[in-house]
């Protein structure tokens, strides 16, 4: 045993020397920060006197100061401390709990509130219109590239200079649903679920595809897992969907054992896929099209997560093209804090929710306007009013389009399907047609 312990040891330590004469020899050491800390010995070997790190609001001080070098020279940090913090799992640790130990804290955050720290002063992402609520709440000073105004129009939706087509948010006063004390408790509160926004963003997300937009550039964002996997298992009826291995992973640990909750589900490829995740699974990605379910709607005015600011900033600021959002507005702006502490999360959603109605973007449901038709703004409220309305994407009149057999077609409108697409009618022109297109 003794000769296959020192044995061990010669092969490790040449190992390390492969590895040292490696990284010797380059200009730039790329690794995350847990790889710095794993290897800490090697790199102070190396002695890098330029250390960088990415995303630092959302890394542990302890963890800084452990990874960094110990003959660092300079140290650059790069991140929002106005996104998300960094992960603890003991709540009451957190900055949010009010007990002073703030250990998700990062030294990025620490560091901003005391000097005066560079900021990006322009984005390049969202549309300007869907910009104007970080702008209004986190950042009064950004601006917006030019080339952020030339999005398309969004197909479907109500026209952007009726109100609609940019950010939508859907005002319901459905409760979310009941959840045993012990269940939750279990869940770390991330079992929280929604029955009714479930069936507005599996139908919303169907009504898109209708208008030809690519499952791919779609996502829906929640800040529970619990949602996430609600939603996952009701759309992948229809659809193919995506559910990464992060959140699959924390879906495993945390609610595996709670009844109701399948966490055993597959996922599709992400390039052929609608993309559902956490929020705290999607700083620093975007999509076209950002479908937001807040889930919170009870009586006692609690919104848990989307009570912090720097959550909601990073759920907000998502969206390149549209932004649709389905909650209880009137539990959003008389929020309380999940442990009964003041909180920030009312006077938030408050003024984020002045400014929706002020742009005309509060609606009771999603405003959807037929293409073909032109007829009337109609406000698809719960799932079954899409399947009255607007049963294959247009609306409820027939398309009554002439085929190139000569007949019409009985299909209800459809705004993007060829009356063609089943073949070529078999019928004379004289007699009546059997075939639907």
């Known amino acids: 045993m003794r000769n296959i312990g020192r044995a061990q040891e010669e092969i490790e330590l040449l190992n390390s020397q492969k590895k040292l004469n490696i990284l010797a020899g ?35 001080e302890t963890l800084v100061l452990t990874a960094v070098p110990n ?8 991140g929002d401390h106005k996104q998300l913090r960094p992960k603890v799992e003991h709540y009451p640790l957190s900055v ?27 984005q390049w992402r969202m549309h300007p219109e869907i910009a104007m609520i970080p702008k209004v709440v986190t950042y009064p000073s950004l601006r917006n590239a030019d080339v952020t105004s030339l999005a398309p129009a969004i197909r479907g939706i109500m026209p952007c200079d009726k109100g609609g087509g940019r950010v939508i948010f859907i005002d319901h006063r459905e409760p979310e649903d009941a959840r045993d004390a012990l269940a939750a408790s279990q869940a770390q509160f991330s079992a929280k679920t929604n029955s009714h926004e479930v069936g507005m963003v599996v139908s919303t997300v169907q009504y898109l595809c209708q208008q030809g937009y690519d499952k791919k550039s779609m996502v829906v964002l929640t800040p529970y897992l619990g949602q996430l996997l609600m939603i996952q298992n009701a759309l992948s ?61 009870n009586k006692d005015n609690n919104i848990g997560f989307v009570v912090q600011p720097n959550r909601v900033n990073v759920m907000l600021s998502r969206a390149k093209h549209c932004q649709i ?3 209880n507005s009137e539990v959003m702006q008389n929020a309380k804090s999940a442990h009964g502490l003041d909180c920030s999360g009312g006077p938030l959603w408050t003024v984020i929710c002045e400014h929706l109605v002020g742009r005309k973007s509060m609606f ?10 032109h007829n009337n703004v109609k406000y698809m409220t719960c799932p079954d009013d899409f399947k009255k309305h607007c049963p294959e994407g247009g609306c409820s009149d027939i398309c009554g389009k002439k085929r190139a057999c000569g007949h019409f ?7 993007i399907r060829k009356c063609e697409s089943l073949g ?9 047609c059997s075939n639907i297109c």
Do not use: W, Y
């Not at 710095?36 to 890394?59: R, T």
């Open 424 to 432: 070529k009618c078999k019928a004379k022109l004289e007699e009546k």
């Open 96 to 122: 949010e709990s009010g007990k002073g130990h703030d250990l998700n804290c990062s030294m990025f955050e620490r560091l901003a509130r005391t000097i005066k720290v560079p900021t990006l002063s322009t």
């Open 26 to 60: 380059a200009r730039v050491i790329g690794c995350t920060t847990s790889g710095a800390v794993l290897h800490k010995s090697l790199l102070d070997s190396v002695s890098p006197g330029v250390v960088m790190l990415e995303e630092a609001a959302e890394i542990m």
């Open 71 to 78: 003959d660092c020279k300079h140290l650059i940090m790069i």
């Open 364 to 373: 009771p449901g999603l405003p959807i306007q037929c293409a073909t038709h």
């Open 237 to 297: 009826k229809s659809l193919e969907v995506f559910v990464d291995d992060v959140d699959m992973n924390e879906a495993r640990k945390l609610l595996a054992d709670v009844a109701g909750f399948n966490v055993g589900g597959k996922s599709s490829k992400p390039d052929e896929s609608v993309r559902i995740a956490t929020v705290d699974n999607f700083q620093g990605e975007e999509a076209d099209i950002v479908i937001i379910s807040l889930v919170r709607s």
């Open 409 to 415: 077609c009985s299909h209800h409108c459809h705004p």
């Open 325 to 327: 959002i389905i909650g």
